[in-house]
Nanobody, 112 residues
Framework: QVQLVESGGGLVQPGGSLRLSCAASGSAYIMGWYRQAPGKQRESVAIITTYGSTNYQDSVKGRFTISRDTAKNTVYLQMNGLKSEDTAVYYC?????????WGQGTQVTVSS
């Protein structure tokens, strides 16, 4: 069982930045961030493997950066150039073996 604790969400103006953090209670091969906007399905934002390989949703490429501290089992999402369409609940995800784990979600609101 892996528990995930997220932090870093909030309200920011368009063009602003936020950094999300997710601390895992155990190791996981893949960690990443998903988001779900009202009335929409949950979608992948960015993922990173233990070896540092990353994958991003096209809409966030060049603006978001995912990173991880493997020793601390922590993953980060640096979000720059935020847009109103980035508004959503952001969920941390971890895959350990065949099991998937989710954080409780953190709200990110981009609004002037």
């Amino acid at each position: 069982q892996v528990q995930l604790v997220e932090s870093g969400g909030g309200l920011v103006q368009p063009g602003g930045s936020l950094r999300l953090s997710c601390a895992a209670s155990g190791s996981a091969y893949i960690m990443g961030w998903y988001r779900q906007a009202p009335g929409k399905q949950r979608e992948s934002v960015a993922i990173i493997t233990t070896y540092g390989s990353t994958n991003y949703q096209d809409s966030v490429k060049g603006r978001f950066t995912i990173s991880r501290d493997t020793a601390k089992n922590t993953v980060y999402l640096q979000m720059n150039g935020l847009k109103s369409e980035d508004t959503a609940v952001y969920y941390c995800h971890a895959r350990s073996g065949i099991n998937d784990y989710w954080g409780q979600g953190t709200q990110v609101t981009v609004s002037s």
